[in-house]
């Protein structure tokens, strides 16, 4: 690696390490399980988490180097379980520069029931363009997570996919944009998990959601992002690769 790759892996060491953070923020994750990866911006390169270690003991410095294959080339611990899967959609996604993994408890209840999460919410209008798709069941170690992944939002706006009996796949422009869809995927499936418990919900008519989705993703969001994982030129309206950081402030 030259200087300007060292530096870059680690600005984004440092961006998944922090990213980490949120994931327990949110209490999306128990014990160990879940990860954060991102691409290292121009490079075959992806950061992501160590297998196995504890989330108050990530930093920039455990984080794993791998290449798109999934093969480690920085870092003395072994990368996550789940990094064949984010590899494949790397590989899969050029336009995706973050991937994150849970098992939140909400979305995966639905996907125990290998149920999709119909659009009940504006804000899941917003943010995932429709409904929440379940993929495939599939063991892990291949790649038949990640081509089940990148399958099924081949025919979705949504940056999330409920693999069946597992758990939830967020994918985005950047890593920040990827932890992010995990928090509102969490945050819809919970909601409409109560309404349904209430009776049955009312759908938004397909318009509204376009709407809905198309001011969300292009009206708003279009001052640059500082995120260093953000590859100068992917920032643009991306379609599901997206969720700028700006959103929030404006809704
Ligand atoms: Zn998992």
């Known amino acids: 690696m030259n200087a300007d790759v060292v530096r870059q892996v680690a600005a984004v060491r440092e961006t998944v390490a922090r990213l980490h953070r949120e994931l327990t923020r949110y209490d999306l994750v128990a014990w160990t399980a879940g990860n954060v990866s991102a691409r290292v911006p121009g490079q ?10 504890d989330y108050d003991d990530l930093t920039a410095d455990t984080m794993v180097v791998c290449d798109l294959g999934g093969t480690v080339v920085d870092g003395g611990g072994s990368p996550s379980s789940d990094t064949a899967a984010h590899a494949y959609v790397y590989r899969a996604m050029p336009e995706v520069g973050g991937v994150v993994h849970t098992h939140s408890g909400y979305a995966t209840a639905w996907a125990a029931r290998g149920e999709a999460i119909p659009c009940w919410l504006t804000a899941q209008a917003d943010e995932f363009g429709g409904e929440i798709p379940v993929g495939p069941f599939a063991l892990i170690g291949g790649d038949d997570i990640g081509k089940g992944i990148v399958s099924t939002l081949a025919g979705h706006r949504s940056p999330a996919v409920l693999m069946r009996n597992h758990g939830v796949f967020t994918i985005g422009r950047d890593a920040r944009a990827a932890v992010k869809a995990a928090v509102m995927c969490e945050d819809v499936a919970r909601t409409a998990h109560l309404a349904r418990a209430l009776g049955p919900p ?11 989705h198309d001011r969300y993703q292009n009206v708003y969001g279009q001052r640059p992002t500082t995120d260093p994982t953000t590859t100068p030129g992917r920032a643009g309206p991306a379609g599901r690769a997206s969720g700028s950081p700006h959103h929030e402030e404006n809704r």
Do not use: N
């Not at 075959?44 to 270690?53: A, H, N, Q, R």
């Not at 009312?202 to 809905?212: F, K, R, W």
């Open 44 to 53: 075959e390169l992806i950061v992501i988490k160590p297998s196995g270690v």
């Open 202 to 212: 009312l759908p938004i008519a397909a318009a509204d959601v376009d709407a809905l």
